[in-house]
């Protein structure tokens, strides 16, 4: 339906988003160069958002005030209906308010308020969580877009790498049962990152001490994708090591639960605490364009 979903338009390219979860379902050129991973059979999402954790919780539970609340991976936000606040040719603006059935399940009152901006260079997300409530706000945010991997249908998966806007000496972190586990020496070797298949075998790679501001997908020549953030502090990569052609590159503010903190979710490593009537706007950018040959920045 019409309602459903709202397309931005600017230069030759296109942006499409939903109401569910206020998802980004596509980005792609005139010409037919979709970005975005079509939620296939590997993964049935397409760049969805992370609210209120990012990643999992041990067992699966959000304890606050000594009382145990179910919360599962990532948050509820993805499979909520959020309200349009604006539509327009090149914007669109969406919320998401706390009721009786969020509170049952995170005990705070909050506004979820999403923008998306799309110009001829590419597409602008910014995220503002607002404390409606009367005590401090614990939260997690984070974005989870799914590129197409490859980029154009026939490229090898390895001809892909990513470069970092900066070194990236310090250890990673990989999950142990969703939780996060032992950390691992960094894979990014002159601010590059190769792409393969076997680097997701232990699921997601995590950057908690992260110090670029952007990262840079692409192959040696053809199409190629910069996300660049801003207020967020950690970042995930993430694919199938099945075959499944979709790379994720995902900022976020926060992250699952170390897997010896087992307190309050208000004292859990990575969250955000918002005061009351305050708020907090983080904001990330996907670029997309095509090259002859790419080059790093």
């Given at each position: 339906m019409?309602?459903?979903?709202?397309t931005?338009r600017?230069?030759?390219?296109?942006a499409t988003v939903t109401?569910?979860?206020?998802?980004?379902?596509?980005l792609?050129?005139?010409?037919?160069?979709?970005?975005i991973w079509q939620?296939g059979?590997?993964?049935?999402r397409?760049?969805?958002?992370?609210?209120?954790?990012?990643?999992?919780?041990?067992?699966?539970?959000l304890r606050h005030?000594?009382?145990?609340?179910?919360?599962?991976?990532?948050g509820f936000a993805?499979?909520r209906?959020?309200?349009?606040?604006?539509?327009s040719?090149?914007?669109?603006v969406?919320?998401l308010?706390?009721?009786?059935?969020?509170?049952a399940?995170?005990?705070?009152?909050?506004?979820?308020?999403?923008?998306?901006s799309?110009?001829q260079?590419?597409?602008e997300v910014?995220?503002q969580?607002?404390?409606?409530?009367?005590?401090?706000l614990?939260?997690?945010l984070?974005?989870?877009?799914?590129?197409?991997?490859?980029?154009?249908p026939?490229?090898?998966?390895e001809?892909?790498?990513l470069?970092?806007s900066?070194?990236?000496?310090?250890?990673?972190?990989?999950l142990?049962?969703?939780?996060?586990?032992?950390s691992?020496p960094?894979?990014?070797?002159?601010?590059?990152l190769?792409?393969?298949?076997?680097?997701?075998?232990?699921d997601?790679?995590?950057?908690?001490c992260l110090?670029?501001?952007s990262?840079?997908?692409a192959?040696?020549?053809g199409?190629?994708v910069?996300?660049?953030?801003?207020?967020f502090?950690?970042?995930?990569i993430w694919s199938?090591?099945?075959?499944?052609?979709?790379?994720?590159?995902e900022p976020?503010?926060?992250?699952?639960?170390?897997?010896?903190?087992d307190?309050?979710?208000?004292s859990?490593?990575?969250?955000?605490?918002?005061?009351?009537?305050?708020e907090?706007?983080?904001?990330?950018?996907?670029?997309v364009?095509?090259?002859?040959?790419s080059?790093?920045r």
């Amino acid at each position: 339906m019409a309602e459903d979903i709202h397309t931005l338009r600017s230069g030759d390219l296109s942006a499409t988003v939903t109401v569910q979860g206020a998802e980004l379902c596509s980005l792609k050129t005139d010409a037919g160069l979709e970005f975005i991973w079509q939620a296939g059979p590997g993964w049935p999402r397409h760049a969805p958002l992370l609210f209120p954790i990012v990643g999992r919780l041990k067992n699966d539970e959000l304890r606050h005030q000594s009382k145990a609340y179910r919360m599962t991976q990532h948050g509820f936000a993805r499979d909520r209906q959020f309200e349009w606040l604006e539509r327009s040719a090149t914007q669109c603006v969406l919320a998401l308010s706390d009721d009786a059935e969020t509170r049952a399940i995170y005990p705070f009152a909050f506004r979820l308020v999403v923008t998306y901006s799309l110009d001829q260079a590419g597409l602008e997300v910014q995220l503002q969580v607002v404390n409606t409530g009367e005590e401090v706000l614990p939260a997690s945010l984070g974005g989870h877009p799914a590129f197409n991997w490859p980029l154009v249908p026939g490229e090898r998966k390895e001809n892909y790498s990513l470069t970092f806007s900066q070194d990236e000496p310090h250890p990673i972190r990989r999950l142990e049962g969703g939780l996060l586990g032992a950390s691992a020496p960094s894979p990014v070797n002159n601010r590059v990152l190769a792409l393969t298949e076997a680097l997701f075998i232990d699921d997601a790679i995590i950057f908690d001490c992260l110090e670029s501001s952007s990262v840079r997908y692409a192959a040696e020549r053809g199409p190629w994708v910069r996300v660049s953030w801003s207020g967020f502090r950690e970042l995930g990569i993430w694919s199938k090591p099945s075959g499944a052609p979709f790379l994720c590159i995902e900022p976020w503010r926060g992250y699952a639960s170390p897997l010896a903190f087992d307190g309050e979710f208000a004292s859990k490593p990575g969250v955000m605490h918002i005061a009351p009537g305050a708020e907090e706007t983080l904001s990330f950018r996907i670029a997309v364009g095509t090259s002859i040959r790419s080059q790093r920045r």
